[in-house]
């Protein structure tokens, strides 16, 4: 074992409710141990972060898998990517319905496929011919992710990029560096609730909602997905880490440079190729948990 | 600041019978954005003027002239990015559209979104009055022959695929503003719903004032895995030439995930590039109203007998 493993999580970066403040707190803890164990049992980063963000997708809390947030038409549309390091082989799945662990079909559409992305229906027909279940629509929604969707039915013109930012969109993610020094990222949500149909966040986009290269590090992002991308937010900390920053000073530079050039707000998790690592964010709150 | 245009029709291997076809459709691509920006429109509408040629001619593998997935159906891609204020807009899997880079333009500019995919992106090119076209009138003969050659067992789409390039553009106007644009067809056969590198921001393209503007076009698997486009720029931040930081971006992702590719780049001075490691990409560049084109490697073309007038009057 040359590395000490390391793994960080995420449940989202926004202005987190004071009733959900604490479950989420308990769902990163449980999130990060998981995927913990993993690597501490001598499993790849790839693995751990699989697992944690499944135990994220699974948890009620969080606007992923379960628990995920309504479109405007009152459906579920789904996002994930994972990403491994050693190759940087990537899978990410955007708009697909009725998969309990969107993360899960990410990764299989990274093993399986010669593709790296999927959208829509063609990844839905893709998940069923590969033997993933199908989960009714109403067994992700919660009683919360239907509130919070018909309040903003009422108030649909007044609905902006601004109010998006702190309210109503959060996502979870992992971040882990295995004994054998290979990064891997994971990210998974549901995305900004009342979001148009068809919207693809940053999540699944390689770059933007994650990166992982053994060269420098991993990252997982979070918060306003719209400036995510147009700053390609994970993959621009990696590039300050190439230059020399360490993970949380790579991690500021790139949140401010989003707040100041884009206006928006974030938060990510990051962790070096050295096992350094850092949960940043510039948003009210941001559930987080590292264990190394 | 001059204002500068450069357009590609794809990265891989030309097929020596549609070669003048495709200079032709470069050129008269460049010229139509160069127009654009002469007439005093800014660097993101030349991109998507220069961009709607290449899509409305069958050469080209975007909008008519589109490759087949393995359904026999047609689903495109295709990014716009603004330099100014890094304002962007995409579709993903989108069918029965003649111009993906127009309903990119109005994800940009109607939504507060950036990427909207499959029937999402329909039901919005409805809700904006864009005119729904039927399938089967963006295929071309070429394009259905091909998709039944990749339906043979033992068959390689992507041997075939060679020559078939996504198309794109870059520019920058009279205010220093850069933009780029690209759209595709993707790989002929590919699974439903496959997504490539196009649609996604800093893999097909990247556009900031305060460095230049990229597109991509190649493998998108593998531009994808190195984000190319904002790769090159990186390299640009860095000091590099467009030329050395395209060539820089483009051996990295040979060497790291044994991809091939190519790019047009421009930077904020005006300095542009065309480059790539596969053994073809054809494009086309106008700057001081001379246009120059290109196909292989160390070979550029200059139109030199009455530049500017001669080819802005074929419009």
Known sequence: MDHKPVIVVHGGAWAIPDFLAESSTNGVKHAACCGFSILAQGGSSMQAVEAAVRVLEDDKSFDAGHGAVLNADGNVELDAIIMDGRNLAVGAVSCIKNIANPVTFARTVLEQCRCAMLTGDGANAFAEEMGIPNVPTDELVTEHAIKEWEQYQKYRQSVTSLFNTEKACDTVGAVAIDSHGN??????????????????????????????????????????????????????VLLYME?????????????????????????????????????????????????? | MKPVVVVHGGAGSIVKEYEEGYISGVSQAALKGYEALKNGSN??????????????????????????????????DAIIMDGKNLMSGAVSAVRCIANPITLARLVMEKTDHVLLTCKGASQFAKSQGIPEVPTAKLITERSRERWKKNLAPGSNPLKLQLGLGTVGAVAIDGEGNVACATSTGGISNKMVG??????????????????????????????????????????MEQGKTPEEATDAGLDYMKTRVDGYGGAIVINHRGEWAARFSTKQMTWAAVKDGQLQTGVYQGKVETETENPRDDHLHLH
């Open chain 1, 243 to 292: 230059q020399g920053k360490s993970p949380k000073d790579a991690a500021d530079q790139a949140l401010d440079y989003m707040k100041n050039r884009v206006h928006g707000r974030g938060g990510l998790i990051v962790v070096s190729k050295t096992g350094e690592w850092s949960a940043s964010f510039t948003t009210k709150r941001m559930a987080w948990a590292g264990i190394d």
């Open chain 2, 194 to 235: 496959r997504v490539g590198d196009t649609s996604c921001i800093g893999s097909g393209g990247y556009a900031d004032n305060a460095i230049g503007a990229v597109s991509t076009t190649g493998d998108g698997e593998s531009i994808m895995k190195v984000v190319l486009a904002r790769l090159i720029l990186y390299h």
């Open chain 2, 43 to 76: 660097a993101l509408k030349a991109v998507e003027e220069a961009v709607i040629v290449m899509e409305d001619d069958p050469h080209f593998n975007a909008g008519y002239g589109s490759v087949l997935n393995q359904e026999g159906d047609i689903e495109m």
């Open chain 1, 183 to 236: 990064v891997s990222c994971a990210t998974s949500t549901g995305g900004i609730t009342n979001k148009m149909v068809g919207r693809v966040g940053d999540s699944p986009i390689i770059g933007c909602g994650g990166y992982a290269d053994n060269l420098i590090g991993a990252v997982s992002t979070t918060g306003h997905g719209e400036s995510i991308m147009k700053v390609t937010l994970a993959r621009l």
